[in-house]
């Protein structure tokens, strides 16, 4: 059969209509839960939204929950490119974020909280009865060191629990395999923010920094033996730039409540901080940029300098225990002392570790959401999504559930608590003045965490 011929007859081909946008929410609870939700968000959805012809559009609301370590603007602006603008992230509370998926029919919801915050908005969820209800993703922001169980057992029924790594993931399952829950939702993946130039060493520079941590240690004889020893390393080098890199400033949450800010405890340091020394903010990446050795006692920080090559240390001299989190660095060369990096000690990362720990510095980094990404995809493609099962229930743990729940204004079943709906504001200057209630109380308890709680405990230990 000849080739058809077109001629001025034939119709014009018809454009293809555009496909509807994904439409997906992030809910966090503190500025680095931000950034692991938001960008785990863009991952998830990098197919959908790569540009080709054809490809669904992706719409990304930032929530964050009301809360002790809700971010400030000024937090969510140092977070770094997210993909949202920070001026479009509201804050809600629990029940009015329940009421939003209800209203907005999002297609996938990203839970980027502590545990028990998972649990509450999984249970709110399920009270809810959507005739087709989001794909809910959850994981955790870092190093998974403590509360293992607790925090995995918090995050069952979620259709998706990332883990950041291979190591990570055989861990869940074994818990999840242990208690009798079903395991199918742990999904292998990495950091969502690890990214960055491979490491190379600059003629003339020379850059140590320390990757501070909110809480740990804990102790002020801790927290001042680590800021002196920095401060020694700086006087030992005068030629070398020492940086302290810090995660908020005083009055700011992160994750973990700071009782003892570094700012404080440097203004009392004695001699002064020597010139090569200095207190740094901002985006952990773009620090990175300019590092040569990074310094810490067990942060995510480490990881992502890892996965650039960064020479790094993991700290030693406060020993390696659970508390600290550095027994989680045991087989991977890193750790070291404050002793030895003053004599011009540099570790050599174990390959065999960081292949089971998602770093991903051999390049294979682009492709460790493809399966967590295929996994969305397919549930996106049911008809209908199961209901939500927690292994958590009223008949499982009712000793354990309701205060949870409690806590986020939630009933045992899932529904809001009488007098927890959220209210409709009447006008502008109710708004304010709400706003400037909260924002003192949230003040007021910022105090009493970073002033008021260690006197008090200074005085019980008299």
């Given at each position: 059969?000849?080739?058809r011929?077109?001629?001025?007859?034939d119709?014009?081909?018809?454009?293809?209509?555009?496909?509807?946008?994904?439409?997906?929410a992030?809910?966090?609870d503190?500025?680095?839960?931000?950034?692991?939700?938001?960008?785990t968000?863009?991952r998830?959805?990098?197919?959908?939204?790569?540009?080709?012809?054809?490809?669904?559009?992706?719409?990304?609301?930032?929530l964050?929950l009301?809360?002790?370590?809700?971010?400030?603007?000024?937090?969510l602006?140092?977070v770094g490119?997210?993909?949202?603008?920070?001026?479009?992230?509201?804050?809600?509370?629990a029940?009015?974020?329940?009421?939003?998926?209800?209203d907005?029919?999002?297609?996938?919801?990203?839970?980027?909280?502590?545990?028990?915050g998972?649990?509450?908005m999984?249970?709110?969820?399920?009270?809810?009865?959507?005739?087709?209800?989001p794909?809910?993703?959850?994981?955790?922001?870092?190093?998974?060191?403590?509360?293992l169980?607790?925090?995995?057992?918090?995050?069952?029924?979620?259709?998706?629990?990332?883990?950041?790594?291979?190591h990570?993931a055989?861990?869940?399952r074994?818990?999840?395999?242990?208690?009798?829950?079903?395991?199918?939702?742990v999904?292998?993946?990495?950091?969502?923010?690890?990214?960055?130039?491979?490491y190379?060493?600059?003629?003339?520079r020379?850059?140590?920094?320390?990757?501070?941590q909110?809480?740990?240690?804990?102790?002020?004889?801790?927290?001042?033996?680590?800021?002196?020893?920095?401060?020694?390393?700086?006087?030992?080098?005068?030629?070398?730039?020492?940086?302290?890199?810090?995660?908020?400033?005083p009055?700011?949450?992160?994750t973990?409540?700071?009782?003892?800010?570094?700012?404080?405890?440097?203004?009392?340091?004695?001699?002064?901080?020597?010139?090569?020394f200095?207190?740094?903010?901002?985006?952990?990446?773009?620090?990175?940029?300019?590092?040569?050795?990074?310094?810490?006692?067990?942060?995510?920080?480490?990881?992502?300098?890892?996965?650039?090559r960064?020479?790094?240390?993991?700290?030693?001299?406060?020993?390696?225990?659970e508390?600290?989190?550095?027994?989680?660095?045991?087989g991977?060369?890193?750790?070291?002392?404050?002793?030895?990096?003053?004599?011009?000690?540099?570790?050599?990362?174990?390959?065999?570790?960081?292949?089971?720990?998602?770093?991903?510095?051999?390049?294979?980094?682009?492709?460790?959401y493809?399966?967590?990404r295929?996994k969305?995809?397919?549930?996106?493609?049911?008809?209908?999504?199961?209901?939500?099962?927690?292994?958590?229930?009223?008949?499982?743990?009712?000793?354990?559930?309701?205060g949870?729940?409690?806590?986020?204004?939630?009933?045992?079943?899932?529904?809001?608590?009488p007098?927890?709906?959220?209210?409709q504001?009447?006008?502008?200057?109710?708004?304010?003045?709400?706003?400037?209630?909260?924002?003192?109380?949230?003040?007021?308890?910022?105090?009493?965490?970073?002033?008021?709680a260690?006197?008090?405990?200074?005085?019980?230990?008299?």
């Amino acid at each position: 059969m000849p080739p058809r011929t077109s001629n001025a007859a034939d119709p014009a081909p018809t454009p293809a209509e555009p496909r509807p946008a994904l439409r997906v929410a992030v809910l966090a609870d503190s500025d680095t839960r931000w950034k692991w939700g938001a960008l785990t968000a863009r991952r998830l959805t990098a197919a959908a939204d790569g540009g080709e012809r054809g490809a669904r559009p992706v719409e990304v609301s930032g929530l964050l929950l009301r809360g002790r370590a809700t971010p400030t603007p000024r937090q969510l602006a140092e977070v770094g490119e997210v993909g949202i603008e920070a001026e479009k992230v509201r804050e809600v509370t629990a029940v009015e974020f329940l009421h939003t998926v209800r209203d907005e029919g999002y297609d996938v919801v990203v839970l980027a909280l502590v545990g028990g915050g998972v649990q509450a908005m999984l249970h709110g969820l399920a009270a809810l009865k959507l005739e087709r209800r989001p794909v809910i993703v959850t994981g955790y922001v870092g190093v998974v060191y403590e509360k293992l169980a607790d925090g995995l057992l918090l995050r069952h029924g979620a259709d998706v629990v990332l883990a950041n790594s291979a190591h990570d993931a055989e861990r869940f399952r074994a818990v999840y395999e242990g208690v009798g829950a079903d395991a199918s939702a742990v999904t292998e993946a990495a950091l969502p923010f690890l990214g960055g130039a491979p490491y190379r060493a600059e003629e003339g520079r020379d850059t140590v920094v320390f990757a501070a941590q909110p809480s740990v240690p804990a102790s002020r004889a801790d927290r001042t033996y680590l800021l002196r020893r920095l401060v020694e390393h700086a006087r030992l080098h005068p030629r070398r730039e020492v940086l302290l890199k810090l995660r908020s400033k005083p009055g700011e949450h992160t994750t973990h409540i700071e009782e003892l800010p570094y700012q404080k405890l440097a203004q009392k340091v004695p001699g002064g901080l020597p010139p090569n020394f200095r207190l740094v903010y901002g985006h952990m990446g773009e620090v990175l940029d300019r590092t040569d050795l990074l310094v810490t006692v067990s942060s995510t920080a480490a990881l992502e300098s890892l996965h650039r090559r960064i020479p790094t240390a993991v700290l030693t001299d406060l020993g390696v225990r659970e508390p600290l989190g550095n027994h989680h660095f045991v087989g991977s060369g890193l750790l070291t002392s404050w002793d030895r990096l003053d004599g011009g000690y540099r570790p050599r990362p174990d390959g065999q570790w960081l292949s089971g720990q998602g770093v991903a510095a051999d390049g294979s980094y682009s492709a460790a959401y493809d399966t967590a990404r295929a996994k969305v995809a397919e549930l996106l493609g049911e008809d209908r999504l199961p209901p939500l099962a927690p292994y958590y229930t009223p008949a499982t743990a009712p000793g354990y559930l309701p205060g949870i729940l409690a806590r986020h204004h939630l009933a045992p079943d899932g529904t809001p608590l009488p007098g927890a709906a959220a209210p409709q504001e009447t006008g502008r200057v109710r708004g304010a003045v709400r706003e400037t209630v909260r924002n003192a109380a949230r003040g007021a308890y910022r105090h009493g965490v970073q002033r008021v709680a260690p006197v008090i405990r200074r005085m019980g230990e008299l």
